[in-house]
């Protein structure tokens, strides 16, 4: 039988811990686990357990990417607050709180120019604030306050759709410059408690109250139908671009962590289910590299998970078979 030695000209690197940054391909033995590893890619989408975030929360919101996101609101036994975390891959750390305390608000953004948006102190708010990665400046408010609503785009290219009234659901629909908000046309659908993700031109909007599972595209002008989700839900999270978009977690009349993706045309479910079930969770991220945090389940929740998308690199455990 060949050994590895004469098929790669080297031998197996042991290690007392995994390499930092392995190559696809590469193989060493962990001397602390006792186990042979290699880096592969996912043949399916899998969610993986993270750092927590250091004050739970439902409600919450956020916006960024896996290795840099933004959380920010929510409530807890304590009440509604404004607290702000910033996550850099690995774990949490507090930053500037929102000057407007608030739940249930949306956001825009990278984690060093975000937006958030909308919520609710209480009363109902249309609150807007900017972020430059440690502290939140106010700026002109929605035209339009509400709670519940999606958000996309970034800092200077905001897009805030739908939203609950509080009384009544809102279609909604504006468009932020960088300084103030303009309206558009409405969602075809008036609705609060779905994912939105996307940017200003090409946004997304899926799911809804009681549950349901609708999705809308917009198009910088207006909004068209698409396929709905294939688990019809409310209180879910999203993440990714119009046409590579992950929608995850929420209510079906019980806590679900179903994870779907969506290409633009249909929405497909993953084998791969989200670890902890929860409703009004944050999202951040892509469809290939999705960030879950905090939620109710029910009580506040401060789980935080990744998502690697099919194709993704993945660290695999080799065994004899």
Same mark, same amino acid.
């Given at each position: 039988m060949a050994e590895y030695i004469n098929i790669k000209g080297q031998n197996i690197e042991v290690v007392a811990s995994d390499p930092a940054n392995p190559t696809q391909g590469q193989i060493w033995y962990n001397s602390t686990?006792?186990?042979?590893?290699?880096?592969?890619?996912?043949? *399916?989408?899998?969610w993986a357990t993270s750092n927590p975030l250091n004050?739970?929360?439902?409600?919450?919101?956020?916006?960024?990417?896996?290795?840099?996101?933004?959380?920010?609101?929510?409530?807890?036994?304590?009440?509604?607050?404004?607290?702000?975390e910033n996550y850099d891959g690995t774990s949490w750390s507090p930053s500037g709180s929102l000057a407007t305390t608030r739940r249930q608000s949306a956001g825009a953004g990278i984690q060093t120019a975000a937006l958030a948006f909308g919520g609710e102190?209480?009363? *109902?708010?249309?609150?807007?604030?900017? %972020?430059n990665g440690a502290t939140?400046?106010?700026?002109?408010?929605?035209?339009?306050g509400r709670r519940q609503l999606g958000g996309a785009g970034i800092q200077t290219a905001a897009l805030a759709f739908g939203g609950d009234l509080d009384p009544g659901t809102s279609g909604a629909t504006e468009e932020y410059d960088g300084n103030s908000w303009a309206n558009s046309n409405n969602l075809i659908t008036a609705r609060s408690e779905f994912a939105g993700c996307g940017t200003q031109t090409a946004a997304l909007a899926a799911g809804g109250p009681s549950p349901t599972?609708?999705?809308?595209? %917009?198009?910088?002008?207006?909004?068209?139908?698409?396929?709905?989700l294939n688990t019809a839900r409310s209180q879910l999270a999203g993440a990714g671009i119009q046409t590579a978009a992950l929608a995850f977690g929420g209510n079906t009349g019980s806590l679900t962590g179903a994870t779907e993706e %969506?290409?633009?045309?249909?929405w497909t479910t993953s084998p791969?289910?989200?670890?902890?079930?929860?409703?009004?969770?944050?999202?951040?991220g892509t469809q290939t590299a999705g960030l879950a945090f905090g939620g109710g389940v029910p009580g506040s929740s401060n789980a935080t998970e990744e998502w690697l998308g099919a194709g993704s690199p993945q660290t695999k455990t080799i065994t004899a078979s």
């Open positions: 686990s006792n186990t042979l590893k290699g880096l592969g890619v996912s043949s *399916v989408g899998s004050t739970a929360r439902s409600g919450i919101a956020g916006t960024g990417t896996q290795t840099a996101a933004v959380s920010f609101g929510g409530e807890n036994p304590g009440g509604v607050t404004g607290a702000t102190g209480p009363p *109902v708010t249309g609150a807007t604030e900017e %972020y939140w400046s106010p700026s002109n408010p929605l035209n339009t599972g609708p999705t809308e595209e %917009y198009n910088g002008t207006s909004w068209t139908a698409s396929n709905n %969506y290409n633009g045309t249909t791969g289910s989200m670890n902890t079930a929860r409703t009004a969770l944050g999202g951040a």
